[in-house]
């Protein structure tokens, strides 16, 4: 089946500074992939999607300066959480959308600010 | 603002029950998608629906979205163990924002 990994799973930072998490699909391509927030045993929030070659688009209250989607090729985007606040700490998980009518998520990132 | 509300929050069957998840909205949703995410795991996508009235299946699992596009239901038959985890609805309203159901939490007796 499809796989797309995360990377790091883990991070642990420090107030101010910036996290860069990874998103690839290693076995397609994908023109579009997702990036969601989760907080602990709770649902869903769709944060932006991921166009190869052009501008994110991000959902409301999303503030773009802040969370930084880049997708440079049809295997790869990445998040950069900048400025990190302990009110960033989340499990963030993006997901990659090969065809119209499937999306394959990835194990997600677990993100603390100290 | 939209309202996607799913119900129930938890659901526990004994194994072979039926199972059934709703989900409804405060405004018509252009699609709706639903999503299972298994204890520990991340999410796995489902199916995703749009156009209105439409039912989908997949082997024990049945997708219907209401004629009015506001409300949607996940049915399982003749649930297994495997079945176990929480499942989440999600719709784009009209006003482009994408929420999320806050999911309901299937437990089954073996």
């Known amino acids: 089946g499809a796989v797309v990994s995360q990377h790091p799973s883990r991070v642990i930072c420090k107030s101010g500074t910036s996290v860069k998490i990874e998103c690839r699909s290693l076995d397609f391509q994908a023109t579009t992939m997702f990036w969601y927030r989760q907080f602990p045993k709770k649902s869903l929030m769709l944060m932006a999607t991921s166009n190869e070659g052009s501008k994110a688009t991000y959902e409301q209250g999303v503030e773009k300066d802040k969370f930084l989607i880049n997708h440079a090729s049809l295997t790869l985007s990445t998040l950069t959480v900048t400025s990190a606040h302990p009110e960033d700490s989340s499990f963030y998980i993006c997901s990659a959308r090969p065809g119209a009518d499937t999306q394959y998520f990835g194990p997600g990132t677990r993100l603390t600010v100290l | 603002g939209q309202q996607v509300m799913q119900i129930p929050q938890y659901q526990h069957v004994q194994e072979g029950e039926d199972f059934t998840t709703y989900c409804n909205s405060s405004?018509?949703?252009?699609?709706i998608q639903w999503y299972k995410q298994r204890p520990g795991g991340h999410p796995v996508f489902l199916i995703q629906l749009v156009k209105s009235g439409e039912v989908k299946k997949q082997k024990r699992l049945t997708f219907q979205f209401g004629e009015a596009k506001k409300n949607s239901s996940l049915h399982i038959t003749a649930t297994q163990t495997t079945d176990v985890g929480t499942y989440f609805c999600?719709?784009?309203?009209?006003?482009?924002?994408?929420?999320f159901g806050a999911g309901t939490r299937l437990t089954v007796k073996p």
């Open positions: 999600a719709g784009r309203g009209n006003n482009n924002d994408m929420r």
């Open positions: 405004t018509t949703l252009s699609n």
